[in-house]
């Protein structure tokens, strides 16, 4: 049996270094998903970030067909954000 799932997930700069931990990112939205889930920087709909783990789009099962999908980033991932944000 396959599963497949797919979507998009559009990021400003801000949102992309919040995301990977390279700035602090907290909009007054993502207050209510900080305070169910807990972390570290937040966009309702698009991530939430808990230390080093990113949750893209937000903590779920995927069950509803959301292609949720939960990394721990790494220094490598990082670096290579970095690498290509300034370019």
Known sequence: MF?????WLR????????????????PPEAAS???????TAAAPGKFL???????IPCPGTGADGDPNLSIE???EITAAITR????
Request: glycine content about 12%; hydrophobic content about 45%.
């Open 49 to 55: 970030r808990y230390e080093r783990w990113l949750n």
């Open 3 to 7: 599963c497949y799932v797919q979507g």
């Open 33 to 39: 998903l900080i305070l169910c889930y807990g972390g």
């Open 73 to 75: 980033v790494s220094q």
């Open 84 to 87: 290509a944000i300034w370019k």
């Open 11 to 26: 990021l400003t700069t801000a949102e992309l270094k919040g995301a990977f931990g390279l700035a602090d990112y907290l």
